[in-house]
């Protein structure tokens, strides 16, 4: 072979190997697309208290010691603050708290909550101070991500890129192109998937994510390669054992023959 085929295949060689760089890199890369200056966001979203919800309400007051008794637990359903607990959403869209009566939740947000708490503390105590937020919202990520686990969102929203960031971040072994998205609202069970690589994440109506929504990252194809191959190496070993063992029986049946 001449220099000059040699030289033509080292260069094809080269051009092979770059342009497998690149598609691992832009595999990798988060908004690898253009990016508009004037691109649109989808509108944000806002929790809203639903039925079975649990809410975590802490009152103070300009005298911290008058607020004491609208913290403690004297009834079913209520907790201290900090609990996970928290005041449970009945049926009929209220929570009962103890000292303050039934109060009307259902359908509104957090910081309509505490308004209307303060508005019906404030005939107690003098400047009320209310904090509210969801104790029991959560969402729950899988797959192939660092950590996997629950998130809880106090607030009840979470963009995808937030929980992908409590994750742990997905790793190179992760499909970043086709991230899952399960959610359910109202009995009906939808199902979405994002390439959280391109910028068109920020106008998906899963970019903010909700109470109880799923993440479920997959395995890229050479990971998914590497655990079948294991998986069936793990499957042939006890194949293999008797196998052998039977390999043996046979050749020491036929020794004693003789």
């Known amino acids: 072979m001449n220099i000059s085929k040699v030289l033509l295949v080292a260069i094809v060689a080269v051009t092979l190997c770059s342009c497998n760089y690149q598609k691992k890199l832009h595999e990798m890369l988060y908004f690898h697309d253009k990016i508009d200056s004037s691109h649109r966001m989808v509108a944000e979203y806002t929790a809203r208290v639903k039925v079975d919800d649990r809410l975590a309400i802490q ?4 005298n911290p010691e008058s607020a004491l008794p609208y913290n403690s637990a004297t009834s079913t359903g209520a907790s201290t603050v900090g609990s996970t607990s928290g005041y449970i959403v009945e049926k009929n869209g209220t929570i009962l708290y103890p000292q303050l009566g039934r109060i009307k939740v259902e359908g509104k947000t957090l910081l309509e909550v505490r308004d209307t708490i303060i508005q019906i503390a404030a005939k107690y105590l003098m400047d009320p101070v209310v904090t509210v937020q969801f104790s029991n919202a959560r969402i729950l990520v899988m797959g192939e991500v660092t950590k996997p686990g629950s998130i809880p969102i106090p607030d009840g929203k979470l963009t995808i890129f937030e929980a992908i960031t409590l994750s742990g971040d997905i790793p190179p072994t992760g ?21 959280v690589r391109s910028n068109e994440v920020l106008k998906s109506p899963y970019f903010f994510l909700r109470q109880n929504d799923l993440i479920y990252v997959e395995v890229n194809e050479h990971k998914a390669k590497e655990i079948a191959q294991r998986s069936f190496i793990a499957d042939l070993a006890p194949i293999t054992a008797m196998t052998s063992v039977f390999t043996i029986l046979v050749l020491l049946l036929n020794y004693f023959r003789r």
């Not at 009152?59 to 300009?62: E, G, H």
């Not at 499909?175 to 390439?195: C, M, P, W």
């Open 59 to 62: 009152i103070t007051a300009l």
């Open 175 to 195: 499909r970043k192109d086709n991230v899952l998205v399960i959610r359910e609202e109202n009995g009906i069970r939808t199902f979405n998937r994002i390439d």
